[in-house]
């Protein structure tokens, strides 16, 4: 009876973190790389559905390993992004994991930055995440042909703005 019950406490703690690392409906996210000598902060995100020029999206995102009370997530965005919400903000709960679903406008085409800075115990850990409107092109720009220097080293010109 005692071995049932270690095994349903067990089980209990276990799946909610499962449910994290898969996110809301099994949608899978992406885990930012942590650095040693960042917040310890775990952030994990997701963006749902197609970005779409002009139309909000959803970016989900999950955080955990947060130790101290006190721990703080601020948004910010780059690249003609722009959030929905006023709020930037949010304090995270001591030994808790922690969601928040942001939504976010692309004004065009391309490649906008929704920043996630965290902050634990003094130290501050920055996640970008990429919001991606249309398809990349499939072949880099033309280029002039290769050049060969006096010294017969290979140089491919390039034009300076």
Not at 141 to 151: F, H, N, R
């Amino acid at each position: 009876m005692k071995i049932a019950a270690a095994l349903a406490c067990a089980l209990a703690l276990v799946l909610p973190l499962a449910a994290t690392a898969a996110g809301p409906a099994g949608k899978p996210m992406t885990t930012a790389p942590m650095k040693s000598n960042g917040s310890g902060v775990q952030v994990q995100y997701r963006v749902d559905g197609t970005p779409e020029a002009g139309r909000p999206v959803a970016v989900v995102l999950a955080f955990d390993g947060i130790a101290a009370a006190g721990a703080t997530v601020r948004l910010a965005t780059e690249g003609g992004l722009t959030l929905s919400s006023a709020e930037t903000t949010r304090s995270l709960p001591a030994g808790q994991a922690a969601t928040w679903t942001v939504e976010v406008v692309p004004a065009a085409s391309g490649i906008g930055y929704l920043n996630v800075f965290t902050t634990q115990a003094g130290a501050t850990s920055a996640t970008s995440i990429p919001v991606s409107v249309g398809k990349p092109s499939a072949t880099m720009p033309a280029s002039g042909s290769l050049k060969q220097s006096t010294d017969g080293e290979k140089i491919l010109p390039m034009q300076v703005k």
